[in-house]
């Protein structure tokens, strides 16, 4: 089994995580036409906990659970927060919460080119047989597909963002915006940092 599929078994399999959207990009005709990377396809996978998580610690602990076991991500970014000027506490509140993510690649096959050189003029023979001895030899590339996670704090917010044409990743968002998914949130945060406090 690829990567890809393990990561969308082992989403699908856990009753905590929901999978608001998935998005496939086709970046084959750039690297084939164009020669540009080796990064064919990507998988972008947009979920959310089941309960809606509304601090970065919290995002971070439920983010190591979406990891397939044996699998390690190529990259891995933790939900971070940012404060206003006047404190960090939970009074203050976040003013942004930048939302984590991370990738896993696999190779998915190989593009073999081989540059051929001729030469139009009879006195160059001799530059024509080095070419043909040293510069034929086919080049191989590897074909990659990358798998991203992007985890968000609840459904109805990863499917937004995700849905948005005009807001791309590294997803970022607000205390107001959140408030729309959880009007009790400041009660909720207040409760989640009483227990952290505690724990």
């Known amino acids: 089994m690829s990567k890809l599929s393990d990561i969308r078994e082992f989403l699908q399999s856990d009753p905590e995580v929901i999978i608001a959207n998935t998005k496939n990009k086709n970046f084959i005709s750039e690297v084939v036409g164009k020669r540009e990377g080796n990064i064919i396809y990507s998988v972008d996978f947009h979920v959310a906990p089941k309960k809606g998580i509304y601090t970065a610690h919290g995002l971070g602990n439920f983010m190591d659970r979406l990891i397939p076991p044996g699998m390690s991500p190529d990259n891995k970014y933790k939900a971070w927060e940012r404060y206003a000027k006047y404190g960090h506490d939970v009074a203050s509140r976040f003013e942004e919460l930048k939302l984590g993510h991370m990738s896993f690649s696999e190779e998915v096959g190989q593009l073999t080119a081989t540059r051929d050189y001729k ?41 937004d963002i995700s849905e948005d044409v005009t807001r791309t990743g590294p997803y970022i968002t607000s205390w107001r915006e959140l408030s729309k998914y959880e009007p009790d949130l400041k009660h909720m945060l207040f409760l989640s940092e009483g227990l952290t406090q505690k724990s």
């Open 119 to 159: 030469l139009n003029d009879g006195e160059l023979s001799d530059i024509q047989e080095f070419i043909t001895a040293n510069v034929v030899s086919p080049e191989i590339t590897s074909l990659i597909r990358f798998t991203s996670v992007y985890l968000y704090p609840n459904e109805g917010l990863a499917r």
